[in-house]
């Protein structure tokens, strides 16, 4: 028999989400007529918006005629949407990033768990605790985790816990690290960083050369004008970071599929003989080998959401998700839960009741208000304790969940 990977048989049985969707299919079996409500994966309900939508029926039109027809994109991105993304997401506020520097690609969820393969298997690994799962997957089947003990926590990563105490923000690591993987606005807490504690951050891996790998994808969501929306607003950031953005939460992409990242000319790493090497260049070398471009139609309907409509559309959409946050945040406070998040961000991090962890409560939701949420262990031991929801589903079926916890659920 063939050697298989060893490091995979250290990871979690499923991924989080898989686990959580194998449970309610196994509920559902039990409980064929119970209506349930979904807010636990972070999916998008709300069709695209009509901008989107109009550029990729031209697109396709395009593809039709063999004067318009288009094999593969260009490696890193078309330029209309490179060119729209550095003027608009960057260049509006002030932010210095060319569209050479962009990697459009098909999803944050991909570039984040990729990246980690341009980096040496040394390298040392500091995550939030909670943290989306795929930061950790990715490093422990590369190798750069260690082992895992009982509560599942990794000896060679370094774990900066998010907790009610220090308001989910986290604590500079109390030893050397190489890689920081930072999310803000965050899931799964919905906390976000302001430009001071940011700065920190910057200032901390410039001092260490350490890269922060900043995960963005949320930036949409932010209304307070203290909260940064790129790492590169912050001085001195353009040599130490990463930056991943994505149009799945902000434009309802999840499906579609459409993200890019960041990677600057100045930032640098070094090889084994300590030269300084382009993270950029490397990061090109790597999509370029294993990933052959995001289709001609997608990135149009993407770069449409640029366009004064398609501006105006995904800023309504982005708004009735938040409006569903706030229906949910109030819903809950209403019935004595301790409520975080949902301010800056579509996530509702809830305490659980002092009797109930967190995958009870997730059991007792399901089973008392046939609602689906998210337990917080799944995120990390930090996450033990806590429940989030996400503001990502339709209104009437987000109004009716809140409306049978509050009937419905006796904490
Ligand atoms: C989540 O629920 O955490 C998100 O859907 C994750 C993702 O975007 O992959």
Redesign the pocket.
């Known amino acids: 028999m063939t050697r298989v990977n060893d490091h995979y048989l250290k990871l979690r049985a499923g991924y989080l ?1 898989s686990e959580i969707a194998r449970r309610v299919r196994e509920f559902q079996a039990q409980h064929p007529d119970a209506k349930l409500i979904r807010l636990g ?3 998008v309900t709300r069709p695209l918006p009509p901008a989107a939508i109009r550029a990729m029926h031209e697109a396709v039109d395009e593809m039709a005629r063999v004067e318009t027809f288009r094999g593969y994109p260009p490696e890193t991105g078309y330029d209309f949407l490179v060119d729209a993304i550095a003027r608009q997401d960057y260049g509006e506020r002030g932010v210095k990033v060319a569209p050479d520097e962009i990697v459009v690609s098909d999803g944050s ?1 991909q570039d984040t768990a990729n990246i980690q393969e341009i980096f040496a298997p040394e390298c040392v690994v500091a995550l939030t605790d909670p943290v ?1 799962p ?1 930061y950790l997957d990715s490093n422990v089947m590369a190798g750069r985790a260690g082992s895992a003990d009982a509560d599942g926590r990794f000896d060679r990563i370094v774990y900066l816990p998010c907790t009610a105490e220090n308001d989910f923000l986290p604590r500079l690591p109390d030893r050397p690290v190489d890689l920081i993987y930072l999310c803000y606005p965050n ?2 807490t919905g906390a976000v960083m302001t430009r001071a504690a940011l700065k920190t951050w910057v200032d901390y891996a410039r001092e260490r050369t350490a890269v922060i790998l900043y995960d963005a ?1 949320y930036e949409g969501y932010i209304r307070d004008p203290d909260v940064p929306h790129s790492i590169y607003e912050i001085e001195g950031a353009r040599e130490v970071a990463i930056e991943f953005r994505s149009f ?1 939460k902000s434009a309802g992409f ?1 499906g579609t599929r459409c993200a890019f990242t960041v990677v600057p000319k100045e930032l640098q790493g070094r090889s084994a003989t300590g030269d300084a090497v382009s993270l950029h260049a490397l990061w090109v070398r790597r999509q370029s080998t294993k990933f052959n471009g995001v289709a001609y139609v997608i990135q149009r309907g993407a770069a449409a959401t640029y366009t004064p409509e398609g501006r105006k559309q995904t800023k309504a959409l982005v708004d009735y998700y938040m409006e569903n946050a706030r229906i949910i945040r109030q819903g809950l406070e209403a019935t004595g839960l301790t409520v975080h998040g949902a301010r800056n961000a579509p996530y509702i991090w809830v305490k659980t009741p002092p009797a109930l962890d967190s995958w009870g409560f997730f059991d007792k939701l399901l089973a008392e208000a046939h609602v689906v949420g ?1 337990p917080g262990a799944g995120f990390g031991p930090s996450g033990e304790g806590y429940f989030r929801l ?1 503001a990502f589903g339709g209104r009437e079926q987000t109004e009716e969940a809140l409306h049978r916890i509050k009937t419905r659920f006796r904490p």
């Open positions: 989400f994966i972070g999916d969820k989306y795929v899931n799964p994808a799945s999840t998210t996400t």
